[in-house]
């Protein structure tokens, strides 16, 4: 079974600038879960979408956005690009909703530079 | 802020050796989970504790929960120079719905 893919696995944007993230989640799953990770503030929680909604969403601004199609791969976007937005964005993918059961299978990370 | 604690921060061992990382955290949880990354790559699930289970093995890995303390650790045995990761808990507070990450501990296997 192929594992969780994201596409770009490398990008950079100038600030001011949007981009947009994909992640095609292993088959038969049907959450998805967006991490930003930087070497300061580490791992941290984006949203999660599960059938097509947002199931959760964590403490970033609302240039942060995502969704998710019927196929159950998964967009995220960030519009007017800051310097600090620089990160590994990563997707993880689970049969079901977090709820502390179920183990997340993670992309390889999408690697954004922002200049 | 970050539910987990990991320590030490960084972790360096000779290949033979076993690696011992701690992870505390704040809050009543579901399950604990450890996860492994290369360098500026993607999570590799490595093993699930659920908040009943006091020990789990899965290879050379060893991992312990103490939920009134509320701290984990793993135990990595007879380590590697392929074992040189970044390693992470991250728990699933109960209501939460979402993994809260550690800051991750830094093992390097010298050979």
């Known amino acids: 079974k192929a594992g969780v893919t994201q596409t770009p696995r490398y990008l950079i944007k100038t600030r001011g600038q949007q981009v947009t993230l994909s992640c095609s989640p292993i088959?038969?799953?049907?959450?998805v879960s967006w991490y930003q990770q930087t070497p300061g503030q580490g791992l941290q929680f984006l949203f999660e979408?599960?059938?097509?909604?947002?199931?959760n969403k964590g403490n970033f601004p609302g240039r942060f956005s995502g969704r998710q199609f019927s196929n159950s791969r998964s967009e995220m976007n960030v519009s007017t690009l800051e310097l600090g937005d620089s990160a590994l964005y990563l997707c993880?993918?689970?049969?079901?909703?977090?709820?502390?059961?179920?183990?997340?299978?993670f992309g390889p990370g999408t690697r954004l530079t922002v200049l | 802020s970050q539910q987990g604690e990991e320590d030490p921060q960084a972790l360096s061992i000779q290949e033979g050796e076993n690696a011992t990382m701690n992870c505390s955290y704040k809050?009543?949880?579901?399950?604990l989970q450890w996860y492994r990354q290369n360098s500026g790559r993607g999570l590799v699930h490595l093993i699930l504790?659920?908040?009943?289970?006091r020990e789990k093995h899965s290879g050379r890995l060893r991992v312990t929960l103490d939920t009134s303390k509320k701290s984990s650790s793993l135990l990595i045995t007879a380590s590697r120079a392929a074992d040189t990761a970044s390693y992470f808990c991250a728990t699933d507070a109960k209501g939460a719905q979402k993994l809260v990450f550690g800051q991750g501990t830094r093992l390097t296997i010298n050979p």
């Open positions: 504790i659920r908040s009943n289970e």
């Open positions: 809050t009543s949880i579901n399950n």
């Open positions: 979408y599960f059938s097509e909604t947002q199931r």
């Open positions: 993880a993918s689970s049969l079901a909703p977090t709820s502390g059961t179920d183990t997340q299978y």
């Open positions: 088959s038969g799953h049907r959450s």
